[in-house]
């Protein structure tokens, strides 16, 4: 009777031990921490534990430089395998908060490096060149760029093999900006990634993305041309001095005015 009472006894604790491993297989705890860290959690209601700051809607993805979407691969220079959660919503095309150490020693070695080149206008060809490679994310043979040159970062900027650049040029690069083979851009062209809250109270948060802007291979932007966040621009197309360009725009057609509107087909 003894013995009976004792495998009775086992059984019954065996069940419970499984019972109980089987709750917190389903819950899904391992038991160990969040890999985010100190960044803190963020609850069902969409705020961000460590800011209080409800998190913004996903942007459109953008892509890095290898093409991808989504965030670069860790690599030598900007993308390395340390990088800040910051970063990587930025190079995700996510919303981001600029006022970031990180971002703020980025932003300072792009301003070191642009104004070497903007003060050095008489250097060789060779050697501007060789500055712009270290500036830019990418650059082709034969690329010309006439100071003064801004930019935010500098690493997500690719420009294609002949293209010319007049003076004055601001290429703001929170996402990338991909510039195709002998283009030709007038004074005072502005490639613009960036966009902001519309709803005042969040803008103040300081919250901002980017979308990425893409000009295909032979396209001239007449002076003063302002591109705006998210826009295409086809091959062999010509936008006119001063139009702003909202929309993608086919390739093989003319543009002009505010906002940019195809008047007539060029090829």
Partial sequence: MLVLVLVLVLVLVAVAVAGRTGTTLASGNSGTTSPRGTSGPTDTSGRMGTTGHRARPRGR??????GRRGVCPA???PYSAAMGENK??????????????ELAADSERRSRLCAAYNA?????????EAMLAELLGSVGPGVRIHPPFRCNFG???RVGEGTFVNFG?????????????????????????PSHELDAGRRREGWEKGDPI???????????VIVCPGVTIGDDTVVGAGAVVTRDL????????????VIRTLT
């Fill in 88 to 101: 990587q919503r930025m190079l995700a095309g996510d919303w981001y908060l600029p006022d970031d150490p």
């Fill in 75 to 77: 690599a030598a220079g």
């Fill in 250 to 261: 086919p390739a093989g057609v003319l543009a002009v005015g505010n906002p940019a509107r």
């Fill in 61 to 66: 993805r953008g892509r890095c430089l290898t």
């Fill in 155 to 157: 690493y997500h900027i």
């Fill in 169 to 193: 040029a601001v290429f703001l690069d929170v996402a990338p900006i991909s510039i195709g083979a002998y283009c030709q851009f007038g004074p005072n062209v502005q490639l613009l990634t």
């Fill in 120 to 128: 050095e206008g008489g250097d060789p060809p060779a050697t501007r």
């Fill in 214 to 224: 893409t000009v295909g291979d032979n396209v001239w932007l007449g002076g003063g």
